[in-house]
């Protein structure tokens, strides 16, 4: 990829790195030579590599290339992965690397984190993420209760987030007024893998 904008892409594909030594495996975009702006995208599905020293391997870009810039915003990587990660968001390079507003599942093994929040299944699963995703807007959806992930599937329900002001405690709901449809953070919640059949993919890429 050269200069160009992500937007709104959305990937569970199951990805086979079988290669030894350098490679550019991402979840949406393999090399990024110039100058990219990646937003509102996420990739839930696998990476799986054959080779033990198998380099260039990230969760959205597997290589920024030298010289190159990518912007991240408003992104998350979930899923199952076997292979050891570069970089939880992209691997390669870390210069030029700018990340905002970007998460990922705190059971992927990687070196850097490029400045992306590391969260729990729970995290996912209870509406929190998705709503931090939207900063504010409804790009993001999730049907507290199904959806285990934020989709960009506007038939699913808006994140809203209620914060009890006698108790502080946090509760993300699919109502403005929290009655239901709730989810609150002293709920427990198992931090298992998050299964791919529950993830409804959507996609739409804008270059």
């Known amino acids: ?3 160009g ?3 709104y892409c959305y990937s569970t594909a199951t990805i086979n790195a079988y290669v ?8 949406l975009v393999g090399t990024v030579n110039g100058y990219a702006i990646i937003t509102d995208c996420a990739f839930a599905g ?24 990518i912007l991240f915003q408003n992104c998350y990587v979930a899923g199952t992965h076997t292979a050891i990660f570069d970089d939880a968001i992209s691997g390669g390079s870390t210069e030029g690397v700018e990340v905002t507003n970007t998460f990922y599942l705190n059971t992927i093994t990687d070196h850097n984190s490029n400045g992306a929040t590391a969260v729990s299944a729970s995290d996912f699963a209870w ?3 998705c709503y931090q995703l939207n900063d504010g807007h409804k790009t993001w959806r999730q049907t507290l209760g199904t959806d285990q992930l934020p989709v960009l ?8 987030c209620h914060v009890n002001s006698e108790t502080s405690q946090t509760k993300y709901a699919n109502s403005q007024d929290g009655a239901t449809k709730s989810s ?7 931090n298992s893998a998050i299964k791919q059949s529950q ?4 996609v739409t890429v804008a270059l």
């Open 153 to 160: 599937d506007d038939s699913h329900e808006i994140v809203y």
């Open 184 to 190: 609150s953070n002293n709920l427990r919640h198992t």
């Open 5 to 7: 904008t992500i937007r």
């Open 127 to 129: 509406g929190k993420v």
């Open 46 to 69: 696998s990476i799986n590599k054959g080779y033990a020293d198998t380099k260039g391997v990230g969760g959205l870009v597997g290589k920024n290339a030298e010289n190159a810039s």
């Open 20 to 27: 030894d030594g350098e490679a550019a495996v991402g979840g």
């Open 199 to 202: 993830i409804s993919p959507h």
């Open 1 to 3: 990829m050269g200069n």
